[in-house]
């Protein structure tokens, strides 16, 4: 397992609750023991103060989240640009390692996923946390990961670029099926029309096909709001 090297902050009381932060929602014992090559009795001492202090609360056993916000973010910026960078990427990978690719660990590493630039890799992966939420009605967050998606696109230049922002564009489509702004149904006609210039430039006719369907209901939809 790929392990967060030794950083000078290591030694700190408050690194251990400074990478704990980076967890939108909740965090383990086992991650940070993962992450941080620590004994789960040094990491269990500075969960235990921050649970006295309110800082943070146990959601179940072995398992934490922060109640007190401004504290994690306090803690949170007590990280380097590039040492965030570095551990989401770490932390994504080690979800995936440690959970497993299941919906849980899909959606739990692409929370990290968003705050990196992606690979091709990396991408799918929000794809697949993207059509969980939308799956579940989560649809706010399944639009960051879409869109999150577009924007990395843009500095792939090889791989399956193409057939990705497809993939992408149909699902995005899909989330805005009720109630849609004007700017939302803007932005999903004109990423369905890059799609469909995509495919014909590829000569994807199945795929040219089914977009040209979703790009008609998205005018429907348009019409009716």
Do not use: C
């Amino acid at each position: 397992m790929k392990k967060h090297s030794s950083s000078p902050l290591a030694s700190q009381q408050n690194y251990p609750l400074s990478v704990a932060a980076l967890f939108e929602s909740d965090f383990s014992i086992e991650l940070l023991e993962n992450l941080l090559e620590m004994k789960a009795s040094q990491l269990l001492r500075v969960i235990d103060e921050s649970i006295r202090k309110k800082w943070i609360a146990t959601k179940q056993f072995g398992v934490y989240q922060f109640i007190d916000l401004n504290k994690q973010q306090d803690v949170r910026n007590s990280l380097s640009w590039d040492e965030k960078i570095k551990l989401h990427r770490i932390i994504a990978d080690t979800l995936l390692e440690v959970i497993s690719p299941k919906p849980d660990g899909i959606k739990a590493a692409a929370e990290h996923l968003l705050q990196i630039d992606n690979d091709i890799k990396g991408l799918r992966l929000l794809l697949k946390a993207g059509e969980l939420h939308r799956k579940n009605y989560a649809l706010q967050m399944a639009s960051s990961f879409y869109r999150k998606i577009f924007s990395d696109l843009k500095n792939i230049e090889t791989g399956p670029v193409d057939e990705l922002f497809i993939d992408t564009a149909i699902s995005y489509s899909k989330t805005f099926n009720t109630a849609p702004t004007s700017a939302e149904m803007n932005t999903t006609i004109t990423l369905l029309k890059e799609a469909v210039e995509r495919a014909e430039a590829k000569k994807w006719y199945n795929k040219i096909a089914l977009l040209k369907l979703h790009l008609a209901k998205t005018h429907w939809l348009f019409g009716q709001f």
